[in-house]
């Protein structure tokens, strides 16, 4: 049974989520701590969210990044992520895609961005929309600044290079150990949202304020440090919550990543949900959900593995 709204209202509207599919033709195996990453079954379970978000006749689908796990043999890459986009496109609304790290290793951002549908600012997966006139969709490109992605010269790049060799020692540096704390971000598979695209966002918040929009912000990377495991946050996570915590427009904070899950409310209100990995489900099990969004609140109904959750929003 999933949650019902107190005041028992009609949303104003109602949309599919999923995160993490990390599809690949490839078996099954334990990474990160023992946990099983199922990739084969993960499609399974997008195309079981698909027929279910069909017959709800939800308005739109946001996938939180990692379609395509980094494992799939790199000739096979192209050929996958159309298999899970095409499997996306069943839907019967738009889809809007945030892009990950697996997507990345499969991909160059300009290959990747076309097969996604995103329209690209300057090669970055930002972008807003507007579903109904009371609320703004705000995507974030978490790899804006990061070490993947980007050609071997590009300025991004080398800036991600030269951010982990002075915050990470290790050799690997998708490796934490001997970093303490909220240090532990700094990995290669996260990264930053760059000086031109926080700009950009602080114009669309100014905007979303003038035209009276409650804002829900998406990201691959979470922006909260007690939504997430410190290895899973975006570099500069407190820079962008400095920029949303100027307005009283943004209410939620979509992510994925940390394939646990997890939620927080921050000290502005804002709340944070992490979406749990649609990858780690077993044989039978899956983990999508759907948001009704309304005047003054949010409500998520999970499937399995993905938690339900009512988000009250402050005043």
Not at 31 to 42: I, N, Q
Not at 69 to 91: H, M, R, T, W, Y
Not at 108 to 113: G, S, T
Request: a neutral charge; aromatic letters at 8%.
């Amino acid at each position: 049974m999933g949650l019902v709204s107190a005041e028992g209202k009609k949303p104003l509207v109602s949309f599919g989520v999923i995160s993490d599919v990390q599809y690949a033709d490839i078996p099954d195996r334990r990474l990160y701590h023992g946990v099983p990453r199922y990739y084969r079954h993960s499609l399974l379970v997008l195309q079981r969210a698909v027929q279910k978000w069909n017959e709800q006749k939800l308005k739109f689908v946001i996938n939180l990044g990692d379609i395509v796990d980094g494992f799939c043999p790199k000739d096979q890459s192209l050929i996958a992520i159309k298999k899970i986009v095409n499997e996306f496109n069943i839907f019967n609304g738009p889809v809007y895609h945030t892009i990950g790290n697996h997507c990345l290793y499969n991909l160059p951002r300009e290959k990747l961005l076309p097969v996604l549908n995103i329209p690209g600012r300057e090669g970055l997966a930002c972008y807003d929309f507007s579903p109904i006139p009371e609320y703004r969709f705000i995507v974030l490109d978490g790899y804006d600044i990061s070490a993947i992605g980007w050609t071997k010269d590009h300025p991004n790049r080398l800036n991600a290079l030269k951010v982990l060799q002075e915050r990470n020692p290790n050799s690997d540096k998708n490796c934490p150990n001997g970093l303490v704390g909220l240090e532990r971000r700094f990995l290669m598979f996260n990264g930053a949202v760059g000086k031109g695209q926080m700009e950009w966002l602080d114009s669309v918040l100014q905007n979303a304020t003038k035209l009276n929009q409650k804002v829900v912000v998406c990201c691959h990377l979470p922006l909260d440090i007690c939504a997430s495991c410190n290895e899973a946050l975006l570099w500069n996570y407190d820079e962008v919550m400095d920029v949303i915590h100027r307005y009283n427009c943004v209410k939620v904070c979509l992510a994925g990543h940390d394939h646990k899950g997890g939620h927080s409310v921050d000290s502005h209100g804002v709340h944070h949900w992490v979406l749990e990995a649609a990858l780690e489900c077993p044989s039978g099990s899956n983990s999508f959900g759907r948001i009704d969004l309304y005047d003054d609140r949010l409500l998520l109904t999970g499937t399995d593995r993905m938690k339900s959750q009512e988000m009250v929003f402050s005043s």
